[in-house]
């Protein structure tokens, strides 16, 4: 009898550690007290211990210790990820912790499109439209140096995102997206900055997938030929506008990306191709076509010789 008293009591004993324990736990991972909803910013470069003890000072945790120990024991002893975080309501410190390990935000997400053959210009019009705190100045300036390579697609952005941060994750798509285009480059006889500029002039010249091919076709012989490509959506880059229709003035137009007056390719892309003006370029239809015109009626034409090609224009440009 006595074995069996002793033997309850150490249960029940137990169970009161235990109880204690986890009473202790769920007390250190709850949230304080005098929890009030704020945004945190955590800096690039912040140290887990330095992430911890921020979310401490803004009453987002009640110990930080505990949050910086779960990082830790999460293998990301050195940082977290860098962003301003929205805490809205009471979380505990698990939920805290896998917050700042993978960069949820807590924050809206923005959603943005951007078309085949946009411009970094037209993009950061966008840009500035959606995310006020971006100016199309600011993006502009980081993205204007990556134009063709800014991958036109559809996009979820933090309000807080910086221009930087956008161009990088734009950067990024471009290079998973042209993955399966990469046993082509690499048996092109073009380098892949040739092919996204080529590519852009073939995005901004054409609509259709096979009018895509055959235009490659002609521009790639133009080159081969020593022809100047004549490429009239040169000049809404050159003029920084959206459409434009060159006049016979704007041909002499002196400036690097002039196809009439310059032989070659331009100095780089027009605007940022999409999958299928890529792969075009690098599919291209071969044919004995060397010029081609858009007709009022939306279609394309296509000309053998530059006799052929004015009756065109006198045909389906009138």
Known sequence: MHSFFTRLKWRWLAVGVLFVLFGGIYYAASAPADFSSSLVIVARGST?????????????????????????????????????????????????ARRLATGDSGLPLVRLTFVEGATAREMAEQIESALPDISAQEFSSVARQYEGYLFPDTYLFELTSTG?????????????????????IAGSSHSLSDIVTMASLV????????????????LWKRLELGMPLQVDAVFGYIQNRDTYSPSFADLKIESP???YLHPGLPPGPIANPGFDSLEAVLHQTSSDYLYYLTGKDGNMYYAVTYATHLANQRKYLK
């Not at 930087?164 to 082509?184: C, G, H, Q, W, Y």
């Not at 995005?203 to 002609?218: H, L, N, S």
């Open 203 to 218: 995005e901004k010249e054409a609509r259709t997938p096979e009018d895509r091919r055959i235009i490659a076709g002609i």
């Open 164 to 184: 930087p941060a956008i161009v990088k994750t734009m950067r990024e798509n471009f290079d998973k997206k042209i993955a399966p285009l990469a046993a082509s």
């Open 257 to 259: 990306y002039n196809t």
């Open 48 to 96: 887990v211990k330095e992430a911890a003890q921020q979310l401490g000072k803004a009453h987002v945790v009640r110990h930080p210790f505990v949050l910086e120990w779960l990082l830790r024991a999460g293998g990301n002893g050195r940082s977290v990820q860098a962003t301003t975080y929205n805490f809205e309501k009471p979380q505990s410190v698990f939920v805290i």
